[in-house]
């Protein structure tokens, strides 16, 4: 039953942490924020942002089965047809 100890101390560590630290206090002055997070490409499915247009890639496979997506504006399609009519749409190349 020792490992049911070692898991309980473990669970416990947190808890005795913020016991001893005192609680940040509470700023009033405003935070810089002028540093943006640089996240460029967004779901337009559910709003999500992402650093990459390889992470909004994966989150598109993964959360919205969606296998194709636009480079261009980051909306996922489940078929390359759709895709295809998007980029015919939405961004359209310009004629020679
Ligand atoms: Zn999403
Ligand atoms: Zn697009």
Known sequence: ???MIVVAVALAWPALLAAQMPPA???SQPAAQEAKPV???RCE???ETFKSAAAAKRHFVKVH???YY???CSEGFKTKA???EHMKTV???PAK
């Open 91 to 93: 961004h359209p190349k």
């Open 70 to 72: 636009c480079a261009a």
């Open 1 to 3: 039953m020792k490992k």
């Open 82 to 84: 759709e895709m295809k």
């Open 45 to 47: 499915k559910c709003n």
């Open 65 to 67: 089965n969606m296998k």
């Open 25 to 27: 206090p509470a700023q």
């Open 39 to 41: 996240m460029t490409h």
